[in-house]
């Protein structure tokens, strides 16, 4: 599934956080690594480049940049193929361009979440490719919780039966396929919208159906994650979903959350406060974003 794999880096610790899950990934999946650095020349020269940039500003950005690929590069620990590349330009343009031209399976990007999902959520790089790449984003923060160790033993997968749920699904199999992780297939019925039903029910039944659709979804799920040979686990929470995902995840030390998002108009919702937006906020672990328009 993965044959490359775009490691962006702007020489944060984020960015070399998300470059060694990229490498286990390429380990995994026998994958090339591509690192890529993007020299943005008009917001590093800020307001003084309206009169033109010299030769040795520009020099001295792409000695820079080569020192960030290079970072990455020595992360790797020549377990997997690397190949390197500087571009100029607006970031999230050319990461996106890049991902095009040498028709790359996944990416794996640093980001400061919480406060700084925030500033994603406004137009950041990170967001910008979650929301607009063809291919799933691997984003991660470099926290206690996020390091590779002994690589993935547990993936979350949330389900409710949906189409962007269902997105996700082949690609979490995948990756538990190739690293030996347990699958765990988790629903969660929303106690406000389950309420929300009853009352509009107007003394009759309330509508549960779909509380009994995400159910199934997470039990069809596991079947199929067994059918491949992958340990499975389902579950059925109430609650409100992020939080209860959240709070899953740190009970039963999730390495790796793997859920779908609609992208583009979808991301809109997504950062207005949905649940995957919630999720990729307050996730102490990596999470892999796919499009639901991908597949």
Do not use: C, W
């Amino acid at each position: 599934m993965y044959e490359r794999i775009l490691v962006p880096t702007d020489g944060s610790d984020h960015a070399l956080r998300a470059a060694k899950h990229g490498r286990y990934l390429a380990d995994a999946f026998d994958a090339t690594v591509h690192v890529l650095a993007v020299i943005d020349v008009q917001q590093a020269a800020g307001p003084f480049s309206a009169g033109g940039v010299d030769k040795a500003f520009i020099d001295r950005l792409e000695a820079e940049a080569d020192a960030t690929v290079e970072a990455v590069v020595d992360t790797q620990d020549g377990s997997a193929s690397v190949q390197t590349a500087v571009r100029k330009g607006e970031p999230a343009e050319e990461i996106l361009a890049y991902a095009d031209d040498h028709d790359v399976d996944l990416l794996a990007m640093g980001t400061h979440g919480r406060s700084g999902l925030r500033r994603l959520v406004a137009g950041s790089v990170t967001e910008r490719v979650v929301r607009l790449a063809e291919v799933p984003v691997l984003t991660v923060r470099s926290l206690d919780r996020s390091r590779v160790a002994d690589g993935y033993d547990d993936v979350l997968v949330p389900t409710d039966g949906s189409e962007p749920a269902a997105a996700a699904v082949d690609h979490a199999l995948e990756i538990a396929a190739h690293t030996g992780a347990r699958v765990h297939a988790v629903y969660v019925a929303d106690a406000a919208d389950r309420a929300e039903r009853a009352a509009d029910a107007s003394g009759n039944e309330p509508d549960t159906t779909p509380d009994s659709r995400g159910a199934a979804a997470a039990r069809a799920l596991a079947e199929q994650a067994r059918a491949r040979g992958v340990d499975a686990l389902t579950t059925v929470l109430e609650g409100a979903p992020a939080a209860a995902l959240l709070d899953y995840a740190d009970e039963h030390d999730i390495d790796l959350v793997v859920m779908g998002t609609r992208g583009r108009a979808g991301l809109s919702r997504l950062v207005l406060g949905s649940t995957t937006g919630r999720v990729l906020r307050g996730a102490e672990m990596p999470v892999v974003s796919v499009n639901a328009r991908q597949e």
